[in-house]
């Protein structure tokens, strides 16, 4: 077998459909508001304008042009007008996308996106329509109904080294094990290891580049986050990282050749049997097409996905019968930072130092993905653990 690793811009590799010329998302954003604008708006400041989207996270804006195209498509089909909202209007708006049976965490950000808009736009007056008593009634009416607990990301946690109760469905474990030795399967594999070890959002693990990683003396090493969702002025961070990772990072680097620039990037694949009728000596191919750019988050989800797959086919997993389907769907690019959260909890840390390992905003958000096993490390279980066997 003769194997070839070149590297080539991704514009070479085999692409999803995709525009060359993609709008920004400041671009997407501006040109949403435009739409509904109302003609008779006074001017407001080109500066103020700028300054407010520069201060946004990408992701941020984003979010809101997608919320502001449902709230349009909305007000398209009732016949309202978008801008200013109407108070009323926006407590229809509520009631009508809860009886779609979206979440109340969902209704929340599509109205503080709404908001958001009123604000950069000078339409608030004395407060945004969004923030009319009616309109916060609205929303705590449907989070009574519904309740607030919202739906998480199936966890990878570690597995049995860690856990033995973490082993049931997918685990870290048996998707390493299920990583190939080829290029695909190095990159995979060193991937999902430093993701997990780290607790990073898909955003800080798309841009990890190898001079960001330091490599201590017994094998681990730190790594530099330079900025974050909670990070949005750049102080930067650092994470640990094991001395497997680290092992497995470099198998990926050394076969990659990567000097510089992110360090999980596209793999493509193209392999040629060699001809029938040529001699029994010549040698199939392999040529591996190692892309220039950082994967993006669909990309690392389908990566999750795919070795996900594997792993069940290869007897790594077992789950009940029909659950398989479920529980790819259920795996995201959050799945790693769950799964580490929740695996120091069962290790019995604390909400606050795993708030501060994982970044976390605070110790609330942590012990929300992590509140079933906290219970086993509370005062309660600590105390009554040693007298009530």
Same mark, same amino acid.
């Given at each position: 077998?003769?194997?070839?690793?070149?590297?080539?811009?991704?514009?070479?590799?085999?692409?999803?459909?995709?525009?060359?010329?993609?709008?920004?998302?400041?671009?997407?954003?501006?040109?949403?508001?435009?739409?509904?604008?109302?003609?008779?708006?006074?001017?407001?400041?080109?500066?103020?304008?700028?300054?407010?989207?520069?201060?946004?996270?990408?992701?941020?804006?984003?979010?809101?042009?997608?919320?502001?195209?449902?709230?349009?498509?909305?007000?398209?089909?009732?016949?309202?007008?978008?801008?200013?909202?109407?108070?009323?209007?926006?407590?229809?708006?509520?009631?009508?996308?809860?009886?779609?049976?979206?979440?109340?965490?969902?209704?929340?950000?599509?109205? /503080?996106?709404?908001?958001?808009?009123?604000?950069?736009?000078?339409?608030?007056?004395?407060?945004?329509?969004?923030?009319?008593?009616?309109?916060?009634?609205?929303?705590?009416? $449907?989070?009574?109904?519904?309740?607030?607990?919202?739906?998480?990301?199936?966890?990878?946690?570690?597995?049995?080294?860690?856990?033995?109760?973490?082993?049931?469905?997918?685990?870290?474990?048996?998707?390493?094990? /299920?990583?190939?030795?080829?290029?695909?399967?190095?990159?995979?594999?060193?991937?999902?290891?430093?993701? +997990?070890?780290?607790?990073?959002?898909?955003?800080?693990?798309?841009?990890?580049?190898?001079?960001?990683?330091?490599?201590?003396?017994?094998?681990? /090493?730190?790594?530099?986050?330079?900025?974050?969702?909670?990070?949005?002025?750049?102080?930067?961070?650092?994470?640990?990282?094991?001395?497997?990772?680290?092992?497995?990072?470099? /198998?990926?680097?050394?076969?990659?050749?990567?000097?510089?620039?992110?360090?999980?990037?596209?793999?493509?694949?193209?392999?040629?049997?060699?001809?029938?009728?040529?001699?029994?000596?010549?040698?199939?191919?392999?040529? +591996?097409?190692?892309?220039?750019?950082?994967?993006?988050?669909?990309?690392?989800?389908?990566?999750?996905?795919? $070795?996900?797959?594997?792993? +069940?086919?290869?007897?790594? $997993?077992?789950?009940?019968?029909?659950?398989?389907?479920?529980?790819?769907?259920?795996?995201?690019?959050?799945?790693?930072?769950?799964?580490?959260?929740?695996?120091?909890?069962?290790?019995?840390?604390?909400?606050?130092?795993?708030?501060?390992?994982?970044?976390?905003?605070?110790?609330?958000?942590?012990?929300? +993905?992590?509140?079933?096993?906290? $219970?086993?490390?509370?005062?309660?279980?600590?105390?009554?653990?040693?007298?009530?066997?």
């Amino acid at each position: 077998m003769e194997i070839i690793v070149v590297r080539t811009e991704d514009a070479a590799l085999p692409m999803r459909s995709r525009n060359a010329d993609a709008e920004t998302v400041d671009m997407r954003l501006l040109r949403t508001i435009g739409g509904i604008v109302p003609t008779d708006l006074p001017p407001i400041s080109q500066l103020g304008l700028e300054t407010t989207l520069s201060a946004m996270a990408d992701a941020t804006k984003a979010a809101i042009a997608a919320d502001l195209d449902c709230w349009r498509d909305w007000c398209g089909e009732e016949s309202r007008k978008p801008l200013p909202a109407d108070p009323e209007d926006v407590v229809r708006y509520v009631n009508a996308l809860d009886a779609r049976g979206k979440k109340p965490a969902t209704l929340a950000r599509r109205i /503080a996106s709404l908001g958001s808009v009123h604000r950069m736009m000078g339409l608030t007056g004395d407060a945004a329509p969004t923030d009319a008593p009616m309109v916060r009634a609205a929303l705590k009416a $449907v989070r009574r109904r519904k309740g607030a607990l919202q739906r998480q990301a199936a966890p990878l946690r570690l597995g049995k080294a860690l856990d033995p109760h973490a082993a049931k469905g997918f685990t870290l474990a048996a998707l390493l094990d /299920a990583c190939g030795g080829d290029l695909q399967g190095l990159r995979d594999a060193a991937l999902l290891s430093l993701g +997990y070890d780290a607790g990073l959002r898909v955003s800080e693990l798309t841009m990890v580049e190898a001079r960001q990683i330091d490599p201590q003396e017994d094998g681990s /090493a730190t790594l530099f986050i330079p900025y974050s969702k909670t990070d949005q002025e750049q102080e930067g961070a650092w994470a640990w990282l094991s001395a497997e990772t680290m092992r497995r990072v470099g /198998a990926w680097l050394v076969a990659s050749g990567i000097e510089e620039g992110p360090l999980f990037r596209r793999v493509g694949v193209d392999r040629r049997r060699a001809r029938e009728t040529v001699p029994e000596t010549a040698l199939a191919r392999t040529t +591996y097409s190692i892309g220039t750019t950082s994967l993006t988050r669909q990309g690392v989800n389908g990566i999750y996905r795919r $070795v996900a797959l594997t792993a +069940y086919d290869k007897g790594l $997993v077992t789950l009940a019968v029909g659950k398989l389907d479920d529980a790819i769907q259920a795996l995201s690019t959050h799945s790693l930072r769950v799964g580490l959260t929740q695996d120091l909890f069962a290790a019995g840390e604390d909400g606050a130092g795993i708030a501060q390992a994982l970044r976390w905003s605070s110790p609330t958000t942590a012990l929300r +993905y992590g509140r079933k096993l906290a $219970v086993r490390s509370n005062v309660a279980a600590r105390v009554l653990s040693r007298v009530r066997k």
